[in-house]
């Protein structure tokens, strides 16, 4: 299958600070990108879809302002985390979709703990 | 009504049996099918996907198609310790490349 990575794999950040995670299609380019949260023992929650070159499309009562998304290339998308709070704590995860055969591919995730 | 619905399980069975993993979707338009296995802490990781009615095999898994019944299933045969994890279905509507996920079913092989 196809390979997506992220980075970092983890990070702890103070209360107020902002994150930035990476997510990269490493062996093929995708146009759209997907960025999920999943906290524990819950199901995935889709937070947005990032197509590259225009905007992304938020989920309802996903704050576009606090979660920013950037689709700068067909290999990399970028989620920023502002002003992070401890609810923000949790498992963020990114795929790319391999557009010719329809098929989602996910990163490793991100786990993210703010104190 | 949640666009796929899954049974949350938990559900168990003795290795080597097969586990029976069901999913139904609400939108008769949806084309593409997926089942995606969650290890505790990690990503989910695509092991199928199907897009015909009828059954598609690969190794113990096979994955069966309805569209008539709008339901989706995830056969493992001969059911391994290693096979624990919670299993994502997944469908595709192919416009503007949406996909919905249901909430997974935790499944336990018992050794």
């Known amino acids: 299958g196809a390979v997506v990575s992220q980075h970092p794999s983890w990070v702890i950040c103070k209360s107020g600070t902002s994150v930035k995670i990476e997510c990269r299609s490493l062996?093929?380019?995708?146009?759209?990108m997907f960025w999920y949260r999943q906290f524990p023992k819950q199901s995935l929650m889709l937070m947005a879809t990032?197509?590259?070159?225009?905007?992304?499309?938020?989920e309802q009562g996903v704050e576009k302002d606090k979660f920013l998304i950037n689709h700068a290339s067909l290999t990399l998308s970028t989620l920023t985390v502002t002003s992070a709070h401890p609810e923000d704590s949790s498992f963020y995860i990114c795929?790319?979709?391999?557009?010719?055969?329809?098929?989602?591919?996910f990163g490793p995730g991100t786990r993210l703990t703010v104190l | 009504q949640k666009e796929v619905e899954q049974n949350s399980g938990p559900l168990s069975v003795p290795e080597g049996a097969i586990a029976s993993l069901n999913c139904t979707y609400s939108?008769?338009?949806?084309?593409?099918f997926f089942w995606y296995r969650q290890y505790s802490g990690k990503s989910p990781e695509l092991i199928m996907f199907?897009?015909?009615?009828g059954d598609k095999e690969d190794g113990r898994f096979t994955a069966q198609l309805n569209k008539a019944s709008q339901y989706v299933s995830l056969l493992i045969r001969d059911s391994q310790p290693s096979d624990s994890a919670t299993y994502l279905c997944?469908?595709?509507?192919?416009?503007?490349?949406?996909?919905?996920f249901g909430t997974g079913t935790s499944l336990t092989v018992i050794p």
């Open positions: 939108d008769r338009g949806s084309q593409s």
């Open positions: 199907i897009y015909s009615n």
């Open positions: 990032s197509n590259e070159g225009s905007k992304a499309t938020y």
């Open positions: 062996d093929f380019q995708a146009t759209t």
């Open positions: 795929s790319a979709l391999l557009l010719d055969y329809n098929e989602q591919f």
């Open positions: 997944a469908v595709n509507r192919n416009t503007g490349n949406q996909f919905y």
